[in-house]
């Protein structure tokens, strides 16, 4: 072989190389992502993934907004049971108002319900009742009273002695005094036949109805001192958070012709129980998110998703650092968040795997600093109610779980319900997934 022949032959052979990785370059940017969205209960994870069909699918199809529908209504009906039932556990009279915003004797009578709301027929439940448990798929009412005791070793916990404030007792008097649990009046007589409804009934068909005398008698019920001060204290038991906005859109939700809002949607409550998977594309790349559901008895689902999945998403409701678990009356939720993002990013199946972070519910966390101090639920806290300055103590929480220094950790401040704030923050991931993956491959 020639000089000039060696030459072209090499020539030719760095084309074809050239060729060959812009090929794989290519085949590598389109081969599916997988996201695995992980997070202990409530704490965001299908909110953030209503908005990846919003953002980046076609949003939602009629079926499921029928659906949404349904759930809308279950958590209606589920909100005012939850605090019906907590008026009678936490002592709460109807019609409490409370020592520091009127002069009265203590032992006078409760005034007279200032709400005129008749008493409601059993008929008018049962025509709701009937309508909701024609389906066939029963929703089971998540209905849980907690105690309010326990700091674990991360110094999280529920704080102590709220229970015993000088409120909380003079409503408990009061409540024995005027009765108890046979309280008289229309709305203790709704409150009673709201703890009776047997919500595990409850469907998801396509006619529920909210009858009219319901809808007045659920404005009633809200709109009673008592049970406004019982839903103050919402973070001794557990409550759905879309609770105050579902009574404040309660004419519009209860009208016939209802049909929910993309607010409504992602502000609803529907509790993950099976794995469910989304796909949307960005730029010809198609991106199948994994969501499964965050109570304890769900995660040993996780284990069949750890193999090939690219990067993780562990989700945690940095709001709830006052609230305690549902299954664990003992434990914080944020300590519980903890402990298993802790088992998953020291996982030996994830040590190739990118793990970002979202610190979600911001725009309650920021509300909560200034009523509810950190130090109250994590003693080890020592720090001002400003924003900034708490954040960074739960994200070096979190940054303190990784055992491995070469690790890094990308992490993002969420609001899952806001749009425009969570378009920001996927897009940043996607972005950074790609790159990451690109890498891996030797092609970046």
Request: contains cysteine; glycine residues 6%.
């Amino acid at each position: 072989m020639t000089y000039a022949e060696d030459t072209e032959s090499r020539r030719i052979s760095r084309a074809i190389d050239t060729q060959l990785t812009s090929e794989r370059r290519r085949l590598e940017a389109l081969r599916p992502v997988k996201l695995l969205l992980l997070g202990t209960g409530e704490s965001g994870k299908s909110t953030i993934l209503k908005q990846m069909k919003l953002i980046y699918d076609t949003g939602f199809s009629p079926e499921e907004i029928q659906t949404y529908r349904s759930s809308i209504i279950l958590n209606l009906f589920s909100c005012v049971k939850t605090l019906a039932v907590q008026m009678d556990n936490l002592k709460i009279p109807y019609g409490f108002i409370t020592p520091d915003t009127v002069d009265s004797d203590p032992d006078e009578p409760l005034p007279p319900q200032s709400n005129n709301v008749r008493r409601r027929s059993s008929l008018a439940f049962d025509e709701t009742r009937q309508s909701l448990s024609r389906s066939k798929s029963p929703v089971i009412s998540r209905l849980s009273t907690y105690v309010v005791t326990g700091v674990d070793s991360y110094g999280g916990g529920a704080r102590k002695g709220c229970n015993y404030t000088l409120q909380s007792q003079d409503a408990a008097s009061q409540y024995e005094r005027f009765g108890g649990i046979n309280q008289i009046g229309s709305i203790p007589d709704f409150g009673r036949s709201m703890k009776a409804m047997p919500l595990s009934t409850f469907g998801f068909g396509k006619d529920e109805i909210i009858t009219a005398q319901q809808i007045d008698d659920f404005e009633g019920f809200w709109n009673d001192s008592g049970v406004q001060y019982c839903f103050s204290r919402s973070s001794e038991f557990g409550l759905m958070e879309c609770c105050e906005y579902l009574m404040k859109n309660l004419r519009r939700i209860g009208a016939p012709e209802y049909i929910p809002t993309k607010d409504d949607i992602l502000l609803s409550r529907l509790k993950t129980t099976a794995i469910s998977e989304t796909r949307f594309k960005i730029k010809d790349v198609e991106y199948r998110v994994f969501d499964v559901g965050g109570q304890r008895s769900q995660r040993k689902k996780w284990a069949s998703l750890f193999d090939d999945v690219n990067a993780i998403i562990f989700v945690v409701a940095i709001s709830s650092y006052d609230q305690v678990c549902y299954e664990d009356h003992s434990v914080n939720r944020v300590v519980e968040a903890l402990q298993v993002f802790k088992s998953i990013i020291n996982h030996s199946a994830f040590v190739n795997t990118g793990i970002i972070l979202f610190l979600n519910k911001i725009d309650l966390f920021k509300i909560k600093l200034n009523v509810s101090p950190v130090s109250d639920y994590f003693p080890s806290y020592k720090g001002t109610s400003r924003f900034e300055e708490s954040i960074e103590y739960f994200l070096e929480m979190f940054r303190a779980a990784n055992t491995d220094p070469e690790r890094r950790i990308q992490h993002h401040l969420t609001w899952a319900t806001d749009t425009k704030q969570t378009r920001k923050v996927l897009d940043s991931v996607c972005k950074c997934i790609q790159e990451a993956n690109l890498k891996d491959c030797g092609l970046e």
